[in-house]
T-cell receptor, first 112, second 114 residues
C-alpha cells in the first residue's frame, strides 16, 4: 500500500462544533505531518510527528489539537474553529530520515 | 526571512512544447530540493528531487536543474501534455533551521493548450 488516505473528503462545521480529521498510511513511515492549504497558496506546515511524538508545532492555535495514536494513524481534532480556518487540510508521511513526503488527497474544511 | 519563491505565477504552453518552471531559493544552507505537482482537488504528488551535490537529475519526461551559484532551481517537462496541467511547487529543506521539514514556494500554474 503506497498511499495516504484521509477522511472525510469534505467537512462543513459550525464554530461551536467539535470534529476530527483522520489520516492513515500503511507504508511503515514513522513521520507524519499536517499541513493547511488556502486557495492558490502553498501548503503550510502545522504539525510534525516523529515516532508518534510531536516534534514540531508551528505555533498553531490550540483550537487545532493533533493526535498520533499509533504509527499508522494521525488525527486532527477541531474545536471552536473560525471561518478563516476554512482550507484544505493535508496529511503527509515519510520516513523520519527522508525528506520526500507522500501526501494524502486532503480534507476540504468549511467553517460556517 | 529565508524564503522559496517562484518567478511566474502562471505558465501557458502548447501541447507538445517543452515547459520550464523556475524557482529561486534564498537559504544557501538548503541541501535538498523537491518538486511537487498538485492537480485540482488533489494533494501534492512527488515529481522529482535533487540533492545539492548534483546539478541535474532526470526522470521520465522531467529534468530538474540546480544552480547553487545563483540559488536557482528549474523543472523542465518535455513534450508537455494536457495531463501536465496543474500547479507546481518547489520545496526545500532549510537545513540550517534544525528542523526536518519542507518549506514550499508559492507555486506556478501550468496551463497546457491543446
Amino acid at each position: 500500500d503506497t498511499e495516504v488516505t484521509q477522511t472525510p473528503k469534505h467537512l462543513v462545521m459550525g464554530m461551536t462544533n467539535k470534529k476530527s480529521l483522520k489520516c492513515e498510511q500503511h507504508m511503515g513511515h514513522r513521520a507524519m505531518y499536517w499541513y493547511k492549504q488556502k486557495a492558490k497558496k502553498p501548503p503550510e506546515l502545522m504539525f510534525v510527528y516523529s515516532y508518534e511524538k510531536l516534534s514540531i508545532n508551528e505555533s498553531v492555535p490550540s483550537r487545532f489539537s493533533p493526535e498520533c495514536p499509533n504509527s499508522s494513524l494521525l488525527n486532527l481534532h477541531l474545536h471552536a474553529l473560525q471561518p478563516e480556518d476554512s482550507a484544505l487540510y493535508l496529511c503527509a508521511s515519510s520516513q523520519p530520515t527522508v525528506l520526500e513526503q507522500f501526501f494524502g488527497p486532503g480534507t476540504r474544511l468549511t467553517v460556517l | 526571512g529565508e524564503s522559496v519563491g517562484l518567478h511566474l505565477p502562471t505558465l501557458s504552453v502548447q501541447e507538445g512544447d517543452n515547459s520550464i518552471i523556475n524557482c529561486a531559493y534564498s537559504n544557501s544552507a538548503s541541501d535538498y530540493f523537491i518538486w511537487y505537482k498538485q492537480e485540482s482537488g488533489k494533494g501534492p504528488q512527488f515529481i522529482i528531487d535533487i540533492r545539492s551535490n548534483m546539478d541535474k537529475r532526470q526522470g521520465q519526461r522531467v529534468t530538474v536543474l540546480l544552480n547553487k551559484t545563483v540559488k536557482h532551481l528549474s523543472l523542465q517537462i518535455a513534450a508537455t501534455q494536457p495531463g501536465d496541467s496543474a500547479v507546481y511547487f518547489c520545496a526545500e529543506n532549510g537545513k540550517d533551521t534544525g528542523r526536518r521539514a519542507l518549506t514550499f514556494g508559492s507555486g506556478t500554474r501550468l496551463q497546457v493548450q491543446p
